[in-house]
Protein backbone atom coordinates (compact mmCIF):
# COMPACT_ATOMS: atom_id res chain seq x y z
CA UNK A 1 0.00 0.00 0.00
CA UNK A 2 1.23 3.25 -0.99
CA UNK A 3 1.59 6.20 1.76
CA UNK A 4 3.57 8.81 2.34
CA UNK A 5 6.45 6.92 3.72
CA UNK A 6 6.88 4.73 0.76
CA UNK A 7 9.91 4.88 -1.39
CA UNK A 8 8.81 4.98 -4.81
CA UNK A 9 11.06 5.90 -8.14
CA UNK A 10 10.26 6.22 -11.99
CA UNK A 11 9.58 3.22 -13.95
CA UNK A 12 12.27 2.54 -16.12
CA UNK A 13 10.00 1.09 -18.53
CA UNK A 14 7.74 4.14 -19.43
CA UNK A 15 8.46 6.53 -21.51
CA UNK A 16 8.97 10.98 -20.79
CA UNK A 17 9.77 13.90 -22.86
CA UNK A 18 9.49 17.08 -22.26
CA UNK A 19 8.26 19.71 -24.60
CA UNK A 20 9.11 23.18 -24.21
CA UNK A 21 9.12 23.04 -20.70
CA UNK A 22 6.35 20.75 -20.37
CA UNK A 23 6.82 17.18 -19.44
CA UNK A 24 4.22 14.19 -21.13
CA UNK A 25 4.54 10.73 -19.96
CA UNK A 26 3.82 7.82 -22.00
CA UNK A 27 2.40 4.73 -21.00
CA UNK A 28 4.46 1.84 -23.14
CA UNK A 29 1.57 -0.71 -23.02
CA UNK A 30 -1.26 1.33 -24.09
CA UNK A 31 0.60 4.18 -25.78
CA UNK A 32 -1.55 6.77 -24.05
CA UNK A 33 0.02 10.28 -23.49
CA UNK A 34 -0.32 12.17 -20.28
CA UNK A 35 0.54 15.73 -19.84
CA UNK A 36 1.90 17.28 -16.36
CA UNK A 37 1.18 20.57 -15.64
CA UNK A 38 3.88 22.70 -13.36
CA UNK A 39 3.17 21.20 -9.70
CA UNK A 40 3.42 17.51 -11.00
CA UNK A 41 6.19 18.01 -13.77
CA UNK A 42 8.24 19.23 -10.55
CA UNK A 43 7.07 16.29 -8.94
CA UNK A 44 8.19 13.77 -11.25
CA UNK A 45 11.41 15.76 -11.42
CA UNK A 46 12.19 14.89 -7.70
CA UNK A 47 11.55 10.80 -9.25
CA UNK A 48 14.50 11.20 -10.73
CA UNK A 49 15.95 9.51 -7.57
CA UNK A 50 13.88 7.37 -4.93
CA UNK A 51 12.04 9.66 -2.85
CA UNK A 52 9.49 9.31 -0.45
CA UNK A 53 5.96 10.91 -0.28
CA UNK A 54 7.39 13.16 2.80
CA UNK A 55 10.22 13.81 1.04
CA UNK A 56 8.59 14.82 -2.18
CA UNK A 57 6.04 16.98 -0.16
CA UNK A 58 8.85 19.15 2.21
CA UNK A 59 10.50 19.90 -1.24
CA UNK A 60 6.97 21.22 -2.79
CA UNK A 61 6.35 22.68 0.38
CA UNK A 62 9.64 24.62 0.00
CA UNK A 63 8.55 25.74 -3.77
CA UNK A 64 4.50 26.68 -3.36
CA UNK A 65 2.76 28.38 -0.32
CA UNK A 66 0.94 25.25 1.25
CA UNK A 67 0.11 23.94 4.02
CA UNK A 68 1.53 20.65 5.15
CA UNK A 69 -1.64 18.87 5.25
CA UNK A 70 -2.52 19.98 1.97
CA UNK A 71 1.08 19.11 0.50
CA UNK A 72 0.81 15.64 1.72
CA UNK A 73 -2.30 15.11 0.39
CA UNK A 74 -1.61 16.04 -3.00
CA UNK A 75 1.13 14.51 -3.21
CA UNK A 76 -0.22 11.31 -1.84
CA UNK A 77 -3.02 11.35 -4.45
CA UNK A 78 -1.03 12.32 -7.27
CA UNK A 79 1.52 9.35 -6.82
CA UNK A 80 -1.16 6.83 -6.33
CA UNK A 81 -2.16 7.90 -9.61
CA UNK A 82 1.26 7.30 -11.00
CA UNK A 83 1.30 4.22 -9.50
CA UNK A 84 -1.90 3.08 -10.65
CA UNK A 85 -1.35 3.65 -13.93
CA UNK A 86 2.53 2.22 -13.64
CA UNK A 87 4.80 5.25 -14.15
CA UNK A 88 6.00 4.93 -10.70
CA UNK A 89 7.37 1.22 -9.33
CA UNK A 90 7.16 1.40 -5.09
CA UNK A 91 10.79 0.55 -3.81
Known amino acids: ?8 ERNPSQLDCELD ?3 VLMCTETGKYFKLDQVSALIWQLLET ?10 MQESYDVTEAQCN ?5 FLTQLADKQFINIT
Open 50 to 59: PQTGLAISSK
Open 73 to 77: QEVLR
Open 1 to 8: MLDLNTTV
Open 21 to 23: GEF
